[in-house]
T-cell receptor, first 114, second 118 residues
Framework: LAKTTQPISMDSYEGQEVNITCSHNNIATNDYITWYQQFPSQGPRFIIQ???TKVTNEVASLFIPADRKSSTLSLPRVSLSDTAVYYCLVGDPHGSGNTGKLIFGQGTTLQVKP | GAVVSQHPSRVICKSGTSVKIECRSLDFQATTMFWYRQFPKKSLMLMATSNEGSKATYEQGVEKDKFLINHASLTLSTLTVTSAHPEDSSFYICSASPRVPPSVDGYTFGSGTRLTVV
């Protein structure tokens, strides 16, 4: 899986939009970008996945520029319950060499304040 | 959706004893499951890949005799921490995917097991 780089931590306030950027300069042609969320003492939970341009679901949006060397997870109007660690992962879900292993980077700890 | 159940959620054991952690896929079959450990304020570290009906594949630096993995059925994988020591205290998490091969967006994680060795 391609290496990713994220900010270690971010602070925000309730009601604000939060954007977390992930760098993945060595992303391969067939790689997708996936974000997971982890609350304390729980396993990670899938948030969103994308390949290019923009993807939106009920939880978040994912913006991917044309060169795909970075991506931005956007959380609209965060609440205290969005305080968690957010992980960006890059990999080919369909490749013949897919071992299925998920290798997590350091993640971004988001602290939402009242 | 796919559900992975992990048991126990918390366990305290004495040094030198062994502890077994179970990971079950409740509504799908999983030929492959994964075990992670996580230290406080650190990221998840992949320990091993559990393969149904065959030996587990361990990541570099993980002692296979210390962390015994058994994947005897398509819905159950177990991790046994043998001769536990305080440094084995950690948060252990399993994951599985109903897709073959596993897809990076299709993983479901268990709720984790907090192991404390005293």
């Amino acid at each position: 899986l391609a290496k990713t780089t994220q900010p270690i931590s971010m602070d925000s306030y309730e009601g604000q939009e939060v954007n977390i950027t992930c760098s993945h300069n060595n992303i391969a042609t067939n790689d997708y970008i996936t974000w997971y969320q982890q609350f304390p003492s729980q396993g990670p939970r899938f948030i969103i996945q994308g390949y290019k341009t923009k993807v939106t679901n009920e939880v978040a949006s994912l913006f991917i520029p044309a060169d795909r060397k970075s991506s931005t997870l956007s959380l609209p109007r965060v609440s205290l319950s969005d305080t968690a660690v957010y992980y960006c992962l890059v990999g080919d879900p369909h490749g013949s060499g897919n071992t299925g292993k998920l290798i997590f980077g350091q993640g971004t700890t988001l602290q939402v304040k009242p | 959706g796919a559900v992975v159940s992990q048991h126990p959620s918390r366990v305290i054991c004495k040094s030198g004893t062994s502890v077994k952690i179970e990971c079950r896929s409740l509504d799908f079959q999983a030929t492959t499951m994964f075990w992670y450990r996580q230290f406080p304020k650190k990221s998840l570290m992949l320990m091993a890949t559990s393969n149904e009906g065959s030996k587990a594949t361990y990541e570099q630096g993980v002692e296979k005799d210390k962390f015994l993995i058994n994947h005897a059925s398509l819905t159950l994988s177990t991790l046994t921490v043998t001769s536990a020591h305080p440094e084995d205290s950690s948060f252990y998490i399993c994951s599985a995917s109903p897709r073959v091969p596993p897809s990076v967006d299709g993983y479901t994680f268990g709720s984790g097991t907090r192991l404390t060795v005293v």
